[in-house]
Each structure stands twice: as structure tokens, then as C-alpha cells.
């Protein structure tokens, strides 16, 4: 989900690696302790400040506050730490997140990291963490990657699923309503050129070859794209009744724009990520209804409308409809692994890959360091974003389809 290229990323793995060469750790006692200090490296400034500030940073502020006010971390003994947070901002730069969690680690001696957001990040700071025997709770990582990740990161975990999970959930989508005979078979399809779109769009070519479905236009486009225009001209010269990018927030808003100026009305719109970002709905209102994108919320599920309502609240704006849940949940797994065992970071990394935890998700099981349970598909309906997919899990909502044309300007 973040805006890197590989080769950024190869250069940030290549100085962790450099980072860690002759670099211990660092012994974690309890005792005789008046804080805890959880850090983390978050993109305050640059190009990723968008999606950390809505999805990441949020939820990391209102889990320290929720914690404090209730006097501290629980530790096994009953007694209660509070949090003391340590800040750097990677300002959106591969490097600097390295270095920012490297001097968490060693010269702040922090008890636990967060992670950053993005998958390229995530995989840039993946061997610190496990040099350093930290767990990585990555959430805003979508990759196919994971269960190699998990083996070569012991203390890796994956929340987010992988770009297949969400390409066959679209695919199943289209399938049903070709059978209906609301769509037809062909699809248009446009990435950008990097982490988040790669991932996805290798992923849809083959989820979408094994349904059957015709992509009858691919195209990449760099990072920094503005005019989207001449794509989504010929997507609808293309014939095909879906459209779908693989895009970015700043793409995404733009996306939307241009369409309604175009008037491209496909009969399945679906965008990538900032689709459900609360600026998102209030830049367009009622006019998002029916574009459909990745994740989504039973808006059922009191827990998670509870949650909703907390951040809301704190915060000042409501969290998204995608990864701000999650993010949320992975915090709780954490309080509740330090609870059981401590600041043992070692026994509360396999807490988290092997235990039970009750999160705003409900009972939250990891299955081989990924978790599992999650919503691939929603769509914008009467103001929620709800999902839809997988279709046959509680809580889902039926998709409506045809989109319905763009109201007059």
C-alpha cells in the first residue's frame, strides 16, 4: 500500500543488513520499571502521510490512550505500566524508516515496536525486526508473499492477506453477475507501477484468466500520475462493462473525478485504495454509491460499529473501512500477549502466532503468522462501505450491481 520502488527497497534491506552487523540485543526486564516504551517510525511528512495518517498513526494514538486511561498495560502480575511512546517520522523514505527503527532498537532500547505503513516499508524494516526480536505486526501489507515471509521472519506476522485473496474475490463477484446476465465478460484494468499495484495486477491476471474473464485492457502507469483521462477513454472504448485500477489514494480521488467528467459509467467501477477513506466520502457523497474497492465493514457487528464510534470521537474523523479495524485489532493482540507473559519479547511473539485473542474482530486466531478472517470486497451502499465479500460469510452484504450512472452534473 505504499509508494516505493524495489530498488528503494533493496537499498533499505541492504543497510538494515549493515545496520545489525555487530549489533546485540538488548536484555528486557520488567522490574523496577515505571513505563513502557513502545516506538515506531510513521510517515508524518511525504508522499505516504495520507494513508499513515488515516489507517496507522490514528489507531496507534487511541490504543495509548484507551491504555493509559486504564492505568497501563496489564502485566501478569496483575500490576499496570503505562505506555511511553516513542515518534520518529520516516517522512515517507524507505532509508529513513530503517534507520529511525534502528535507533529504536538500539540507542532507545524501546520494549516493543509498531510498524509502518506500506508494504514496502514493512519489508524494508522485516530483518530488523527480526534481528532484534521484535514481533511485526505488519498490517498495511497486502502481499502474496507472506508464507515465505513467515519462514525466513519468524516474528513476522501478516494481517492483511495477499493480492490473490482480493483478485479471486472480485473475480467470483464478476462471474456471478455475468451469470446474471447484469455484465459481460470482459474487464479493464489499469495498476500503478508499484508495490500495491504490482502485487495486484500480477495477481488479477491470473485470477481473472482462471474464471474466464477476458481483460481486454491492462495498463500500467507511473507513480505521480495526475490525467487519467486518455485511460479511461480507452477503457471505455474497450466494450468491457468492468473497470477496475489498482491505485493509490491521490489516484484513486483523482479517478473518481475524471470519470464523472468523462461520463464513464461502467457497469462495475472499482477502485483501489483511499476508495474507503472517510475524505473519500466526503469529498463526493452520494455520488460514490456503488463503487466497490478492497476490504469493508459489517456495519452489524457492534464491536466493530463501537470502535468506529471511539475514533471518531478521539480523533476528530472516522477511521477507514478497510485497514484502521485491523490496525486496531492487532493492538489489542498485542496488549493481550503482554498481559500473559510480560515484556518477554520471545514468549509474547509466540502468543501471537499461536494464541487466542479477543479483538474488536471478535475471536482473533493467526493461522501460520497470516490472519485469515478477512474482507476482500466491499462496496459503497446508503452511505457505509460494507462488504461483500467473501459472499458466504456472516455479515456479508449482497452486492448491488449495475452501478448506477453518475448523477448529472
Known amino acids: 500500500m505504499t509508494v516505493f520502488s524495489r530498488r528503494s527497497v533493496l537499498r533499505a534491506i541492504g543497510l538494515a543488513a549493515t545496520l545489525l552487523a555487530?549489533?546485540?540485543?538488548?536484555a528486557v526486564s520488567a522490574q523496577d520499571r515505571t513505563s513502557?516504551?513502545?516506538?515506531?517510525?510513521?510517515?508524518?511528512?511525504?508522499?505516504?502521510?495520507?494513508?499513515?495518517?488515516?489507517?496507522?498513526?490514528?489507531?496507534?494514538?487511541?490504543?495509548?490512550?484507551?491504555?493509559?486511561?486504564?492505568?497501563?498495560?496489564?502485566?501478569?502480575?496483575?500490576?499496570?505500566?503505562?505506555?511511553?511512546?516513542?515518534?520518529?517520522?520516516?517522512?515517507?523514505?524507505?532509508?529513513?524508516?530503517?534507520?529511525?527503527?534502528?535507533?529504536?532498537?538500539?540507542?532507545?532500547?524501546?520494549?516493543?515496536?509498531?510498524?509502518?505503513?506500506?508494504?514496502?516499508?514493512?519489508?524494508a524494516v522485516a530483518p530488523l525486526f527480526d534481528r532484534f526480536g521484535y514481533p511485526q505486526l505488519a498490517v498495511s501489507a497486502v502481499t502474496d508473499k507472506a508464507p515465505e515471509f513467515v519462514q525466513r521472519w519468524k516474528k513476522s506476522f501478516w494481517l492483511l492477506g495477499g493480492g490473490h485473496d482480493y483478485t479471486e474475490a472480485l473475480s467470483k463477484i464478476l462471474l456471478d453477475q455475468q451469470a446474471a446476465g447484469t455484465i459481460n465478460g470482459d474487464v479493464a484494468v489499469i495498476s500503478v507501477a508499484d508495490g500495491f499495484g504490482i502485487d495486484l495486477i500480477t495477481a488479477a491476471r491470473q485470477s481473472f484468466a482462471d474464471a474466464g474473464l477476458n481483460m481486454v485492457y491492462d495498463v500500467t502507469y507511473p507513480v505521480g500520475t495526475t490525467d487519467f483521462t486518455p485511460m479511461l477513454n480507452e477503457a471505455a472504448a474497450s466494450g468491457a462493462d468492468t473497470f477496475v485500477a489498482f491505485s493509490y489514494p491521490p489516484d484513486t480521488f483523482a479517478l473518481t473525478q475524471q470519470a464523472q467528467v468523462a461520463a464513464f459509467n461502467p457497469k462495475v467501477l472499482y477502485l483501489g485504495v483511499g476508495t474507503?477513506?472517510?475524505v473519500y466520502q466526503a469529498n463526493n457523497g452520494d455520488k460514490i454509491e456503488g463503487i466497490m474497492s478492497l476490504g469493508g465493514i459489517d456495519v452489524n457487528n457492534e464491536a466493530v460499529m463501537d470502535y468506529r464510534a471511539r475514533?471518531?470521537?478521539?480523533?476528530?474523523?472516522?477511521?477507514?473501512?478497510?485497514?484502521?479495524?485491523?490496525?486496531?485489532?492487532?493492538?489489542?493482540?498485542?496488549?493481550?500477549?503482554?498481559?500473559?507473559?510480560?515484556?518477554?519479547?520471545?514468549?509474547?511473539?509466540?502468543?501471537?502466532?499461536?494464541?487466542?485473542?479477543?479483538?474488536?474482530?471478535?475471536?482473533?486466531?493467526?493461522?501460520?503468522?497470516?490472519?485469515?478472517?478477512?474482507?476482500?470486497?466491499?462496496?459503497?451502499?446508503?452511505?457505509?462501505?460494507?462488504?461483500?465479500?467473501?459472499?458466504?460469510?456472516?455479515?456479508?452484504?449482497a452486492p448491488i450491481l449495475p452501478k448506477a450512472p453518475w448523477p448529472a452534473q
Open 311 to 397: 475514533h471518531e470521537e478521539f480523533i476528530g474523523q472516522a477511521p477507514d473501512w478497510w485497514g484502521s479495524v485491523i490496525t486496531y485489532a492487532s493492538l489489542q493482540m498485542l496488549e493481550e500477549a503482554i498481559k500473559r507473559h510480560g515484556l518477554d519479547r520471545e514468549a509474547v511473539s509466540a502468543e501471537l502466532s499461536t494464541g487466542t485473542f479477543d479483538t474488536v474482530l471478535g475471536e482473533t486466531k493467526l493461522e501460520d503468522n497470516q490472519l485469515r478472517q478477512l474482507w476482500f470486497g466491499g462496496q459503497w451502499q446508503n452511505g457505509n462501505f460494507v462488504a461483500v465479500a467473501p459472499s458466504d460469510r456472516e455479515g456479508a452484504s
Open 22 to 26: 555487530g549489533v546485540g540485543t538488548a
Open 276 to 278: 474507503g477513506f472517510p
Open 36 to 123: 513502557v516504551k513502545i516506538g515506531y517510525a510513521i510517515s508524518k511528512t511525504g508522499a505516504n502521510a495520507g494513508g499513515a495518517g488515516i489507517t496507522t498513526l490514528p489507531n496507534y494514538q487511541l490504543w495509548v490512550h484507551e491504555v493509559n486511561e486504564a492505568g497501563g498495560l496489564e502485566m501478569p502480575d496483575g500490576s499496570r505500566l503505562p505506555i511511553e511512546v516513542l515518534e520518529y517520522d520516516d517522512r515517507s523514505s524507505s532509508e529513513e524508516v530503517v534507520r529511525a527503527v534502528e535507533r529504536l532498537a538500539t540507542q532507545d532500547q524501546v520494549d516493543f515496536i509498531l510498524v509502518p505503513w506500506g508494504t514496502g516499508f514493512n519489508l
